[in-house]
């Protein structure tokens, strides 16, 4: 059941992410994919209709899959993300630095953000290794006009540690832990909040 609940989820967050765009017009929403949903064969026609049902703009949705997914998933995927990238659509590689994948794979899928994982955040101010392989992806990204999402940040000692790595997006506990959309909105667009 996995494609069908996958596109319950991706309607309900586009439609939460229209809800959202009042308080934010660019507001972007950003959707996991399973290599089993990448796998069919009119995944790419299903999100774009999806996106204009709902009436979101295809640059204000993410579609974020693993690293080790972008390797599973077989030839199609190409086709996919091209057909993605055409209407607008941002794709991410979440948990990167976790999996098998090249740096050329990367480049030829053609992803606009990568999603350093935990494990590297984690150790940031004990970890020289982690500090200077964050960096070199970080400026390697910038190289190939990608953004870089760092994850799992949980200290402040670990977002000072960060600042100064300069990713474009940070994402972490630290912010929020998952919260209901009621709750997100008290904390985000409430202006006493």
């Known amino acids: 059941l996995i494609v069908a609940v996958g596109i319950w989820v991706l309607e309900t ?105 935990k494990c590297f955040v984690s150790e940031l101010q004990s970890s020289v290794y982690n500090h200077r392989l964050i960096s070199n992806m970080i400026e390697l990204a910038d190289s190939q006009g990608m953004d870089v999402c760092c994850e799992g940040i949980e200290t402040v000692s670990e977002l000072i540690e960060l600042k100064e790595l300069k990713p474009k997006l940070l994402q972490g506990y630290l912010f929020s832990k998952p919260c209901p959309p009621d709750d997100f909105e008290a904390l985000y667009f409430d202006k006493y909040s």
């Open 13 to 117: 967050a586009l439609k939460q992410c229209k809800k959202w765009q009042k308080y934010i017009p660019k507001f972007n929403m950003s959707v996991n994919m399973s290599c089993c949903q990448l796998a069919k064969k009119d995944i790419a026609l299903d999100v774009i209709s999806c996106l204009n049902r709902i009436g979101v703009s295809a640059e204000c949705l993410t579609i974020e899959i693993t690293e080790s997914a972008s390797l599973l998933c077989g030839q199609n995927i190409n086709d996919t993300f091209l057909a993605w990238k055409k209407a607008g659509i941002h794709i991410s590689v979440d948990d990167f630095g976790t999996g098998y994948s090249s740096l050329g794979r990367l480049k030829e899928m053609k992803v606009d953000e990568i999603k350093i994982d």
